[in-house]
């Protein structure tokens, strides 16, 4: 049981923008940066998203990443049939010292 | 930067289930970073375990932390895991990842990048 809230799935027509959300406290998304990770099927989970915002090199514009008081949102614009993956949220939870990961969000293009 | 687990694929209940991760096109003995171990259990989510910063300092999952250790060899440029007294519930897919953690004064910053392929480790009753 994660102490992090994500919807355990989304979906879009190619070319739409879908939005997942991930909820936190205080402890964790309230006070440090979040990170998102999109793991393809049968792959290891791939940095999509660090220090809220931030892509690493190699990572479409078409996904952005934003964050508000104890909740963060991924974001991904012009959807393709290749983000079909499960996306987590992630972050350092200062109350137990430690990395937490959301329970993960599987996306479908339909 | 490359990184490979290794290790047995199949651990009988109640022993010691260790790995290694040995890291290519880049140096574990470094100040800047710390290296991690990450699983997912078949068909579900992501579990942090620990990670070691250089020179030996841990950091583990409170939750599996008596039952976790994980130590550097930098001669070999590799880092390990031992998880003991393992039960069915520690069948998964184990991830080793470098770990980027900084402490500013809005908050810390902790990401795992580039994470390994990942190696299957199966508990046998």
Redesign the interface.
């Known amino acids: 049981q994660?102490i992090l809230t994500q919807p355990p799935s989304a979906s879009g027509t190619p070319g739409q923008r879908v939005t997942i959300s991930c909820s936190g406290n205080t402890s964790n998304i309230g006070?440090?940066?979040v990170?998102w990770?999109q793991q393809l099927p049968g792959m290891?989970?791939?940095?999509l998203i660090?220090?809220n915002h931030q892509r690493?090199s190699g990572v479409p514009d078409r996904f952005s990443g934003s964050k508000s008081g104890t909740s963060a949102s991924l974001a991904i614009s012009g959807l393709q049939s290749e983000d079909e993956a499960d996306y987590?949220c992630?972050?350092?939870n200062?109350s137990?010292?430690?990395?937490?990961?959301?329970?993960?969000t599987q996306v479908t293009v339909l | 930067l490359q990184l490979q687990e290794s290790g047995p694929g199949l651990v009988k209940s109640s022993e010691t289930l260790s790995l290694t991760c040995t890291v290519s096109g880049g140096s574990i003995s470094t100040n800047s970073f710390f290296w991690g171990w990450i699983r997912q259990s078949p068909g579900k989510g992501l579990e942090w375990i620990g990670s070691i910063y250089f020179g030996g300092s841990t950091y583990y999952n409170p939750s599996l932390k008596s039952r976790v250790t994980i130590s550097e060899d930098t001669s070999k440029n590799q880092f390990s895991l031992k998880l003991s007294s393992v039960t069915a519930a520690d069948t998964a897919v184990y991830y080793c990842a470098r770990h980027m953690a900084y402490k500013q004064q809005r908050g810390a910053d902790h990401w795992f990048d580039p994470w390994g392929q990942g190696t299957l480790v199966t508990v046998s009753s």
């Open positions: 994660s006070t440090n940066t990170n990770y290891a989970p791939r940095l660090y220090r690493p987590y992630a972050v350092w200062d137990l010292d430690d990395y937490v990961f959301g329970p993960g």
